[in-house]
C-alpha cells in the first residue's frame, strides 16, 4: 500500500474583488476565482476536511481519506463573509476562520505600512458568533497579531492566552486551534501554544500534513492571487513534499 500524500491545508486570507496587483498576492483571492477553486474541489471529488476531522486522521484515529483537503482563512476579514461563505455553503464544506482576538470589529492597520494599499475591515464579535452559527470553525490568530518568535516569554502567553480567553467570550465555547501570525514562531511558542490548551497550531511552512507533522507546527499550501486552476491544482496534487524549513521541523520535534 502507498504512503498516503497527506492533507492539503489551504492558506487563504481576504476574497473579494481587488485590483490587479505585484506585491502581497498570497494575501489576496478574487471572489470568481475562488468560486472556481471550490467548484473543482467539488467537481473532483475532493474530501474537504473540517480541522478537527484532519487532526483525527493525522493522529491515526481515522484513516485520510483520498484527496483531503483543510480551508484555512487568516485574520477574519469582513469580505470571508461577503464573499467566501455563500460559496462554501453552496458546496456543503467547513472551514477555519482564524481571528485577532484583540481586533475585533477594527481595521487591519497593519497594511498601513504599504502606501496605497487598501486596509480591510475585521469581523466584529457579533458577525464572529453568526459565523460560528453558520458551522464556521473559529481559531485563534493571537490577540494583536503580532510575530511570535520576535517577543518575549510573558509577551508569548499573553498572546495566546489571552487570545483565546477573548474568543471563548465572545463564542460562549472552547477554541482550540490557533494560527501563527506572519508564520512567526519558536520552539518556546511552541511550548506556550501547548500550555494555553491549543490542540492545534497551522504556520506558514510549506508542503502537505502529515502524520510526521506535530499537530501544533502544520505546514499548510499558500492560495495566491495569480493562481488559476492549473495553478492551484499543481499545489493540492503535486506540492506535497516538505520544503527544507518543514523538513527542519520535524526533524526538531521528533528529537524531542
Not at 470571508?80 to 492597520?109: C, K, M, N, T
Not at 520576535?150 to 465555547?173: A, C, F, N
Not at 491549543?198 to 504556520?203: I, L, Q
Request: hydrophobic share 40%; glycine share 8%; with cysteine.
Amino acid at each position: 500500500m502507498s504512503e498516503s500524500p497527506g492533507i492539503s491545508i489551504l492558506m487563504y486570507h481576504q476574497v473579494g474583488a481587488f485590483a490587479p496587483m505585484a506585491a502581497h498576492r498570497a494575501n489576496y483571492c478574487d471572489h470568481r476565482q475562488f468560486a472556481h477553486q471550490m467548484g473543482f474541489l467539488d467537481l473532483l471529488g475532493y474530501s474537504v476536511l473540517g480541522l478537527d476531522e484532519a487532526l483525527a486522521c493525522l493522529s491515526g484515529e481515522r484513516p485520510t481519506p483520498p484527496r483531503a483537503v483543510v480551508l484555512t482563512f487568516d485574520d477574519a476579514y469582513d469580505n470571508f463573509a461577503d464573499h467566501a461563505l455563500p460559496v462554501l455553503q453552496r458546496h456543503g464544506f467547513p472551514s477555519v476562520l482564524y481571528a485577532i482576538g484583540g481586533w475585533l470589529g477594527r481595521s487591519a492597520e497593519w497594511f498601513g505600512k504599504d502606501p496605497g494599499r487598501p486596509i480591510p475591515t475585521l469581523m466584529s464579535g457579533e458577525r464572529l458568533r453568526a459565523m460560528r452559527a453558520a458551522g464556521v470553525t473559529v481559531g485563534s490568530h493571537t490577540l494583536e497579531h503580532v510575530k511570535l518568535a520576535e517577543v518575549g516569554r510573558e509577551t508569548k502567553m499573553r498572546e495566546l492566552s489571552e487570545s483565546r480567553s477573548v474568543l471563548e467570550d465572545v463564542l460562549g465555547e472552547p477554541v482550540e486551534h490557533l494560527c501563527y501570525p506572519f508564520g512567526s514562531f519558536d520552539r518556546e511558542t511552541v511550548e506556550l501554544a501547548a500550555e494555553a490548551g491549543y490542540r492545534s497550531a497551522t504556520t506558514c511552512l510549506r508542503g502537505a500534513a502529515t502524520a510526521l507533522d506535530h499537530p501544533l507546527v502544520l505546514p499548510r499550501k499558500a492560495i495566491s492571487y495569480g493562481d488559476n486552476l492549473i495553478g492551484y491544482w499543481w499545489k493540492l496534487a503535486i506540492k506535497n513534499a516538505p520544503k527544507p524549513a518543514l523538513a527542519e521541523w520535524r526533524a526538531t520535534l521528533s528529537r524531542g
